[in-house]
């Protein structure tokens, strides 16, 4: 369910240079208004199914899924509509995602954040697969939560999403994922994910046709 801006006027300045980004969604969630600029440039650049319904989850959820405080990273995190909620909710959130797409992710939170009284968002490079041990050792970096929505569609990257999710998944964390279904391919990954974390849906959307799965990594 796509959410109403609850102010219908707001202002919001494109900053010079990103002539690029064509539109901005209004969203209302934990009681703020948040701003989306998007473009068309890259799967990133827009708010997709899972983001929303995993933020409509989380603002209806806090006793359940309590943030507050709360190391999260978020994976894949696009326009940062879903970091900018979990930060609203009280956590330290680190989102990432590809080079390309940082950009638009700093400018959404950084607007958004700004004169804001919660945990500073971190903004960083991370490519599934990529330089983990290197970019997040494990001894210096744990978090309580993965967040992750509609990272999983057609691309060549899910064995590599899959590495990363096994990575962070240390004891303690909870994987919170929510993803559209579309193909069969959807289900074989919720599969192979089923075979690294103990794995329960915790709500549908049928409007959006997304499902919400909330995981613990199996320990040996
Ligand atoms: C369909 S978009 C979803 C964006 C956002 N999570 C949302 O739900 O609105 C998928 C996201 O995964 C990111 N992504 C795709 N392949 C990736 C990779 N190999 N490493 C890191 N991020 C990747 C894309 O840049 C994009 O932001």
């Given amino acids: 369910m796509r959410k109403e801006p609850c102010l219908q006027s707001f202002l919001f300045l494109l900053e010079e240079g990103s002539s690029h980004y064509f539109d901005k969604e209004h ?14 440039e890259n799967f990133g650049a827009v708010v997709w199914p899972g983001a929303l319904a995993l933020c409509q989850y989380l603002e209806s959820n806090q ?3 309590d943030l507050k405080d709360k190391k999260v990273l978020e994976l ?11 930060s609203l909710l009280g956590a330290y959130v680190t989102a990432t995602d590809l080079p390309a797409v940082l950009e638009n992710l700093k400018f959404n939170i950084s607007k958004n954040m700004q004169n804001m009284n919660v945990h500073k968002t971190e903004v960083r490079k991370l490519v599934w697969g990529e330089d ?3 970019n997040f050792p494990k001894s210096k970096y744990h978090y309580d939560f993965i967040v992750a929505t509609d990272v999983v569609y057609h ?23 929510a993803n559209k279904y579309r193909f069969s391919t959807d289900f074989e990954f919720l599969e192979k994910v089923n075979n690294i974390f103990n794995t329960t849906l915790i709500a549908e959307f049928p ?14």
């Avoid at 209302?28 to 473009?39: L, M």
């Fill in 27 to 40: 969203y209302c969630y934990a009681g703020c208004q948040i701003v989306i600029q998007e473009s068309i």
């Fill in 155 to 177: 691309h060549a990257a899910l064995d590599d999403l899959l590495t990363t999710m096994a990575y962070f998944g240390q004891p303690g964390t909870v994987l919170l994922w």
């Fill in 132 to 134: 983990l041990d290197q």
């Fill in 63 to 65: 006793q359940e899924i």
């Fill in 76 to 86: 894949g995190a696009g326009t940062g509509l879903v970091s900018i909620v979990a």
């Fill in 207 to 220: 409007e959006s046709n997304v499902k919400l799965f909330k995981g613990t990594i199996k320990e040996n």
